[in-house]
């Protein structure tokens, strides 16, 4: 079973749509992160939940909603999205996000679209 | 403000020795990784140092100074299939990953 997985890996929508991007680790890991990876810029970190709580908020705009309903699953979902929203969505997940060098493991993304 | 610096793009030929540095300034230090990703893939994890010097994992090799805040990765014997991009990421002292661009390297037989 692939580490890190993520689904949808393509998604369009329109600006008025609803959907919600999955993540789910196979790693025993406690941590999950959200990354937005644009062309060229370095990797910006969007949310980071620890032991299913949220310890981080990276002043996401409210369209985007994490969820983290267990230590193994995280959901992003998205609303009244904008074009600049179109990018790459990262899930990654590590062993503990309190402290400590810990090594992230990534999926392969969400290529999102808005038009 | 924390800045990671490392060259947006580079060419080698299959075969030969490339070296991608990586400068950063960032408030504190807990670590440099190095994550390689290739087009349309999840970035994968290559390397980690928090003390100075080489360490040497195969074909790749990662230096670190911290007193200069640069690093590299060294990739020898390089194959078609290294064509990817390297990305440098620091851990400051609230043991977040700072984030450089990445540096695209293509390969040319």
């Known amino acids: 079973e692939t580490g890190v997985t993520q689904t949808p890996r393509h998604l369009v929508m329109g600006m008025t749509n609803k959907k919600s991007l999955k993540c789910e680790q196979h790693?025993?890991?406690?941590?999950m992160y959200w990354y937005k990876q644009s062309a060229k810029k370095p990797l910006e970190l969007m949310f980071v939940?620890?032991?299913?709580?949220?310890?981080e908020n990276n002043s996401v705009p409210s369209r985007f909603s994490p969820e983290c309903p267990n230590s193994s699953h995280l959901f992003l979902h998205l609303h009244t999205l904008q074009p600049e929203d179109s990018a790459l969505y990262l899930c990654?997940?590590?062993?503990?996000?309190?402290?400590?060098?810990?090594?992230?493991?990534f999926g392969p993304g969400t290529r999102l679209t808005v038009l | 403000g924390q800045n990671i610096d490392q060259p947006t793009e580079m060419t080698a030929t299959e075969g030969a020795i490339v070296q991608i540095n990586c400068t950063y300034q960032?408030?504190?230090?807990?670590?440099l990784f190095w994550y390689q990703q290739h087009a349309g893939e999840a970035p994968t994890f290559l390397s980690y140092?928090?003390l100075d010097g080489l360490e040497e994992k195969g074909r790749f090799s990662s230096f670190l100074s911290r007193s200069k805040g640069y690093s590299y990765l060294l990739l020898k014997e390089l194959q078609m299939k290294d064509s990817a991009s390297y990305l440098c990421?620091?851990?400051?002292?609230?043991?977040?990953?700072?984030w450089g661009a990445g540096t695209k390297l293509i390969i040319k037989p």
């Open positions: 790693l025993g890991h406690n941590a």
């Open positions: 939940y620890n032991f299913k709580e949220q310890t």
């Open positions: 990654a997940s590590s062993q503990d996000a309190s402290g400590g060098a810990d090594t992230q493991y």
């Open positions: 140092n928090v």
């Open positions: 960032t408030s504190g230090f807990n670590g």
């Open positions: 990421a620091v851990m400051d002292s609230n043991y977040q990953l700072i």
